[in-house]
Every structure is written in C-alpha cells, then in structure tokens.
C-alpha cells in the first residue's frame, strides 16, 4: 500500500513514527538486529547506566489481565555496550536511540559524552524509572534537577535530546523545563508505580515489592499526558503507553505524538504486532483521505 508514513522528529525523518520501548528487547546486538527486522522506523536501547547492573532476582514482571507489572531494576551490560549496539543498528541502516540512566547531572553529563561518542540519531534521557532506587524519577525529583540534568548534558552534544518523564500532577512544568533547556523532545510516559500482594504468602510479589504498571491499563492515562503537553506546550512528542493496535497508536498521533513507541505489546502480543499496527494505520489512513500521517498530529485540537 502505497501511503506515507514518514514523520520528522528532532530534524530526522523516519519511515514510520513506531519505535520499540525502552526496556523492551535492545540491550545486546543480536536483540538490535532483531528489532531491526520487525518494521519499527527507529529503535530504542534498554536504559544504559554507567557500570553494568545485574537487576532485581525474579519474580521481576509479572503478566496482568490489563497489563504487565515489572521491577527489572535497570538490568543493563553498562554504557560501553552502547558501540556495538549503534553498531549492530547501522548494519541496518536503522535510526536508534541511545536511552541512558543516571543517578545525577554529573553522571548524565559522562553518560551523554560517552554516548555521543558512539553517534546515535537520538539520546533519550531516562528521567522517569520508577522502581529502581537514585535511577530515574529519584534523580529527576524536581523540577529544578530535571532543568539541570537537561541543561548540561545538551550544552556538550549535538545529538538530539529525548526526556522520558513520568505520568505527575506536574508535568507540563517538567516538559516545558526539558524543553526550554534543550530537550527537543519529550517521551511520554514511562510506567505508573503499582504493586501487587499475594494474600496466602501475605506479602508483596515482586521482589523489589513494587514496580511499574504498563500496557492497555495505563494508555489513557498516557494519551491524556500527550494531550496536556502537546496544548500546553506545543512540543515534539514520542507517546508511549500500552499501544496494541493500531487504533491505540492513532489515538497517539492525534493527541499530539510525532513517535509511538511500543513495549509490553511485544511480550504480550509478540512481534507481528508491529506490522499489524502498521498495517492498520495505512488502511485507516487510506479510508480517511488524508495524504500523509503526519498531516494528523495534533489533529484532535483542531477547533
Ligand atoms: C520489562 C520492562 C522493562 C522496562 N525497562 C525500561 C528501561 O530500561 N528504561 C525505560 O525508560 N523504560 C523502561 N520500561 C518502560 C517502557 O519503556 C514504557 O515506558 C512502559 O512500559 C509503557 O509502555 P508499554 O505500555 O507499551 O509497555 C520498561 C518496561 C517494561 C515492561
């Protein structure tokens, strides 16, 4: 089907606006070759943190009737790994982002420089990791850290600059400081704090006792976010949130997105699902009589 499904973010165009989730696959290079092959117009790496961590012990997802529940506990081999991942991206001649963790803006600084070196298309910032202690929204706390971290990791790179943000009461405050200290774009949202009890062994069932919640259960909850950020602020944004069909991922575009990124519908649904969704937003397009995609960003604010 000849439609266009190109779509400009952070001054890149990609063939399509659908990219993994951070976390989900794209933590060694046979997993980038992998997702190379599945149709996404850009992938994404598991949050990479300076040193290698080895995660929480099992049980550390948990499949729910709505969703997936997980404490991974940042599980990564360590920024130097991040070569061979852009690496194994450009054999393919795929778009990537760099996603990278730090527990301060001294150690997002090293991150990014050390990330730069290795050129990918994107580096997103992981601001927003509920669940893994002086990791994510532990060392984005304020709004005046995320102001900092944004500032002086973009004042050293020219790579374009994601900020993953959670789901908060302030968040349209929080994008726009990533954004007006150089972010130029921001992901929304990463997993909402959620836990589950067993009530025979009468105690918490992941190990780190609590996780982050994803999938169908929070996509309205991440489509109300885009739609905050994108009336308020206007911003370049990559939706993320329980996306498993194409309707879920139009939902998206019109709210405000220009990136859907998909993660737990790969485990849940497995990896067809991507040209499924791909499948789907050209036929809808197709039956609406637009000319292109992109032409629909936003579109739900129209007056
Ligand atoms: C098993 C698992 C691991 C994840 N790891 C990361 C991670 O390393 N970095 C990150 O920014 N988000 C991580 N996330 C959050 C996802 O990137 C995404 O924001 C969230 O799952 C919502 O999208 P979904 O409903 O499509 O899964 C992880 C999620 C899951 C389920």
């Known amino acids: 089907m000849d439609v266009d499904m190109q779509i400009r973010i952070s001054g890149k165009t990609l063939r399509n606006p659908l990219m993994n989730a951070s976390g989900i696959l794209g933590d060694s290079p046979d997993s980038i070759r992998l997702l190379s092959t599945l149709g996404f117009g850009c992938i994404v790496t598991k949050t990479l943190t300076w040193e290698p961590r080895e995660g929480y012990r099992p049980p550390i997802i948990i499949p729910l009737n709505h969703g997936l529940l997980n404490a991974v506990g940042l599980a990564n081999p360590g920024i130097k790994a991040g070569r061979e991942l852009v690496a194994a991206a450009k054999e393919n001649n795929m778009p ?22 290795f050129r990918p298309d994107f580096i997103e910032l992981n601001l927003s990791c509920p669940h893994t202690p002086g990791y994510g929204v532990d060392a984005a706390k304020t709004i005046d850290t995320i102001r900092d971290i944004v500032k002086n990791v973009a004042s050293i790179t020219s790579i374009p600059i994601w900020a993953k943000l959670s789901f908060s009461r302030s968040l349209v405050n929080e994008a726009d400081a990533a954004l007006s200290n150089g972010a130029s774009a921001i992901v929304l949202i990463n997993t909402i704090p959620a836990m589950l009890i067993d009530p025979y062994v009468m105690k918490p069932v992941l190990t780190h006792k609590w996780g ?26 990559i939706g993320v949130g329980g996306v498993e069909s194409w309707r879920d991922a139009i939902e998206f575009i ?30 809808y397009i197709v039956e609406i009589g637009v000319n292109k995609l992109e032409d629909l960003v936003g579109y739900a604010h129209r007056k």
């Open 96 to 117: 990537i982002a760099i996603s990278i963790g730090g527990s301060n803006t001294d150690d997002f600084v090293r991150l990014v420089e050390a990330a730069s070196e």
């Open 254 to 283: 019109l709210a405000g997105a220009r990136g859907i990124q998909i993660g737990s519908a790969l485990i849940r649904r497995g990896h067809g699902i991507v040209r499924e969704i791909i499948r789907g937003i050209q036929e």
């Open 212 to 237: 982050g919640l994803s999938g169908p259960a929070i996509h309205p909850v991440a489509v109300y976010a885009v739609y905050k950020v994108y009336e308020e602020l206007e911003a370049e944004i």
